[in-house]
């Protein structure tokens, strides 16, 4: 029974790291820019939306104020801080720094706002229900993976069938080729950083109404996205959202053996076994090297 | 390790029936061929025939699909790259790749030095080292240039140093990709006298050339590559003058 | 006062330590580490054991915490240095988080939360070295001879292989050099230099806990590359100095308040660093453009 309650937490939990490293492969896999700032892009998400709902705004206008704040901090990064470093060098350290820089400043602003404790949005959604006998699960659990699957499905239809979404994923091969079709480079790695930032509203939003927030948690984003990215196989955004999944089980289903202290461990040992032994990844088509 | 002067003609490189694929596509196709000593080799052919990426599997930077590849009678399948080239394969590469960080000397030098760690050298070694440099540097025209950092080098010097990298080393074999492209008649005379110099020391070399003046001026061999198959290898007249290969190379295909 | 001044002599010498350690690395070598911390800490950690249960001699103590740091940065650096960059990034990060949770849980060895207290002073030769002043000379002495021994590492073959790399691992492969092996040692030289950082603050302090080896502090020690340069051996010590003395220099000015000091010092040195990156990313002493 515990063993089914940690499964359905760990779809949920996965469900949340698949949406959200997606984010961070999109940008990556398409512009090549080590996006390190997309935890703080999560930070802004979560935190207009506690503000805004706690405010008494209600729930559409706090999604809406997530979204623009989330979409808001992605473009004007891509604007006013990669851009002019790709315009004279972007070397991988130069843009690496730069985007850490921008998410420990987004940290310490809003932790400075917000304060740095753990603040949770108040909803009767999080209230479990038995489902079972022994298994309890919330309605944020359903709608976390139903968010999921739909914002997946969606992206992965955009990726295949849209001019914008193709030439995402011709970017990163060959920005020649994209100009060849009358879009414009620049413009398309606009629509990567939107998108890949406004692809973790929703799962910003249910995280702080289930464990919660707090300024540093963009760490923690930020190791699983990178981690979600490498397992699944740079390059392959299905891959991510697998290895999403995969890491939000595993580490729900290690509290079978661990305690809860340990379970970034499980992330780690995860990431670290693959790197070792299949750095390509589970789906990922581009070389290791 | 010094160069002992190998009969004149001996295979230090045999090539037979090389294969690899990206993907269903064949990029180099049933190639077979011998790299022989002191003699020059140039490979043509139009973009995307395969030449680089030839370069790549007999350096090792690529695993093959088939055939066989064999320096000095040693089978070299699964050697990493860094041994093949202190067993004596060098190559340049079409986008120079220099050491930009570092000056004129230093990435001479640094061609020189393969050892992991930090172990120094006798003052003998280190003095015929010094000289060993200053000629190739006078050589190439760099030696006044000798403290500018790589990055700061006009095309030509950059291309230079690219070659004078390569000189400092003991390599038998100096595989040359484009080493000549881009440089106005005056620069690439020089680069030829250095070429020539150095083959008749003994020195091997395979070139992927466009520049249709380098390959006659130069050339002991010319081995046509399209698509993956070699069509031609032979003396350059008879390879230059063969009215098909011409209109392959220059886009009329059948 | 004059306490006041050997204290703070003593942490620049002690973070311009893991400063000029991690830019071995990251500026020779292009190798990106968020981990630089778990080596401070390790050192701590491993030179208060043996100064506690085996030896307070420096030359016990000391070498025991190269030794720990070295051998667990062979564990990160073997695999996760054959492939590429960012993978090296995302294991560091992983691994310092990690190393937290460790440091935290290791009761026997760390303390747990609580840390290590009573830390016996090192012993040089019989002499105690802990007053201020007197640790003052011991660690800048120490700084100096990391200096030395970087600065002939950078001016060898090495230090030119680890800057070929930086500059084209396929180039420098194709000149002979083995690049994982050559990074690998670099790594380790790097982490058991950071221990000896450790060992010094250890000894110093006489108490170390967690707090001081969290991701923040690797952070705030690259920081500290950034914004001192990147181009040169010293410049990190710049580096270390300005970041050390921020926070006075924002306690300077009364309106700020006190609670947020901290705050305020990493949304500083966070947007500096990026706004160097997009306007001089040779950093305060580097080379203008770069690299």
């Given at each position: 029974m515990l063993a089914i309650q940690l499964a359905i937490t760990g779809l949920q939990t996965g469900a949340l790291y698949a949406l959200t490293a997606v984010g961070f492969s999109l940008i990556f896999g398409s512009t090549?820019?080590?996006?390190?700032?997309h935890g703080a892009t999560f930070v802004i998400a979560a935190y207009f939306f506690y503000a805004a709902f706690g405010a008494g705004w209600g729930l559409i206008p706090g999604i809406l104020a997530s979204a623009l704040g989330a979409v808001a901090f992605g473009l004007v990064l891509d604007r006013l801080v990669y851009v002019p470093i790709q315009r004279h060098e972007g070397s991988f350290f130069t843009v690496f720094v730069a985007s850490f820089g921008v998410g420990i400043a987004v940290q310490n602003v809003i932790g400075m706002i917000f304060g740095r404790g753990f603040v949770t949005v108040n909803t009767s959604l999080s209230r479990s229900v038995?489902?079972?006998?022994?298994v309890y699960v919330s309605p944020l659990a359903w709608i976390a993976i139903a968010c999921a699957a739909v914002f997946l499905a969606a992206l992965q239809f955009f990726m295949r069938r849209t001019h914008t979404g193709m030439a995402l994923r011709a970017l990163s091969d060959n920005p020649e080729l994209v100009r060849t079709f009358g879009l414009n480079p620049r413009r398309i790695q606009a629509a990567a950083f939107a998108i890949g930032s406004v692809i973790v509203v929703p799962a910003a939003i249910i995280t702080s109404a289930t464990t919660g927030l707090n300024p540093a948690i963009g760490h923690h984003v930020m190791l699983i996205s990178l981690a979600a990215t490498i397992v699944g196989g740079i390059g392959s955004i299905s891959g991510t959202m697998l290895a999403g999944v995969l890491l939000g089980l595993a580490e729900s289903l290690a509290l079978l053996v661990v305690d809860s202290q340990w379970t970034e461990a499980v992330t780690f040992g995860i990431l670290f076994a693959f790197i070792i032994i299949r750095p390509s990844g589970l789906l990922g088509r581009a070389a290791a090297h | 390790m010094s160069r002992t002067d190998p009969?004149?003609?001996?295979?230090?490189m045999r090539i037979r029936n090389l294969d690899k694929s990206f993907g269903g596509v064949?990029?180099?196709?049933d190639v077979t061929m011998d790299l022989r000593a002191g003699i020059v080799t140039t490979l043509v052919g139009p973009?995307?025939?395969?030449k680089t990426t030839f370069f790549n599997l007999i350096t090792g930077n690529l695993a093959r699909d088939g055939g066989e590849v064999t320096w000095l009678g040693r089978d070299?399948?699964?050697?990493?790259p860094h041994r093949i080239a202190r067993a004596g394969v060098m190559r340049t590469y079409q986008d120079l790749?220099?050491?930009?960080?570092?000056t004129v000397w230093e990435n001479v030098l640094n061609a020189t030095e393969y050892g992991a760690l930090p172990i120094p050298e006798g003052r003998a070694a280190r003095l015929r080292k010094r000289e060993r440099i200053e000629r190739v540097l006078e050589r190439t025209g760099l030696a006044d240039k000798r403290d500018t950092r790589a990055l700061d080098l006009a095309y030509a010097e950059r291309k230079f140093l690219s070659l004078a990298r390569i000189m400092a080393?003991?390599?038998?074999?100096w595989l040359l990709?484009?080493?000549?492209?881009?440089?106005?008649p005056n620069s690439y005379e020089r680069f030829l006298t250095i070429l020539r110099e150095d083959v008749a020391q003994g020195v091997t070399v395979c070139i992927i050339e466009h520049n249709l003046d380098i390959v006659i001026g130069i050339s002991d061999r010319i081995a046509f590559l399209d698509r993956g198959r070699l069509l031609a290898d032979g003396d350059p007249q008879s390879v230059l003058n063969d009215p098909e290969l011409a209109k392959i190379y220059f886009g009329d295909r059948a | 006062m004059e306490a006041y001044i050997f204290n703070l002599v003593n942490l620049i010498a002690i973070y311009s330590i893991l400063a000029v350690t991690l830019n071995f690395i990251?500026?020779?070598?292009g190798i990106y580490s968020l981990a630089h911390a778990v080596f401070f800490g390790l050192g701590a950690y491993s030179s208060a054991w043996v100064a506690q249960h085996?030896?307070?001699?420096i030359f016990v103590s000391y070498p025991a915490a190269m030794v720990a740091a070295g051998a667990v940065s062979l564990l990160l650096a073997?695999?996760?240095?054959?492939?590429?960059?960012e993978y090296f990034v995302a294991a560091s990060l992983g691994l310092q988080v990690l190393s937290v949770t460790i440091f935290s849980e290791w009761k026997s060895f760390t303390?747990?939360?609580?840390g290590v207290l009573a830390i016996p002073p090192v012993d040089i030769l019989g002499l105690e070295v802990f007053r201020p002043a007197q640790f003052a000379v011991l660690s800048v002495i120490v700084l100096v001879v990391v200096l030395l021994v970087i600065n002939a590492l950078v001016h060898s073959s090495f230090g030119r292989n680890l800057r070929a790399i930086r500059d084209s691992e396929s180039a420098a492969a194709s000149f002979g050099k083995n690049v994982p092996m050559i990074k690998t040692i670099s790594v380790v030289i790097s982490a058991a230099l950071a221990a000896v950082a450790g060992a010094l603050y250890a000894s110093y302090l006489s108490f170390i806990n967690v707090e001081s080896f969290t991701l923040d502090t690797s952070v705030l020690v690259m920081a500290m590359v950034i914004i001192g340069g990147?181009?040169?051996?010293?410049?990190p010590i710049v580096g270390a100095a300005l970041l050390l003395l921020l926070p006075s220099v924002i306690s300077y000015?009364?309106?700020?308040?006190r609670t947020e000091i901290g705050s305020l010092q990493q949304i500083i040195y966070g947007l500096g660093m990026t706004l160097l990156m997009i306007f001089r990313p040779g950093g305060i002493v580097g080379r203008r453009s770069g690299t």
């Open positions: 090549r820019i080590f996006h390190f700032a038995e489902l079972v006998p022994g | 009969a004149q003609g001996e295979p230090l064949k990029a180099v196709d973009n995307g025939a395969g070299i399948a699964g050697v990493k790749r220099l050491f930009d960080g570092m080393t003991e390599a038998r074999l990709d484009e080493p000549a492209s881009g440089l106005d | 990251m500026g020779y070598a085996v030896s307070p001699s073997l695999p996760a240095l054959r492939v590429r960059g303390g747990g939360i609580g990147t181009g040169t051996v010293a410049g000015f009364d309106f700020l308040p």
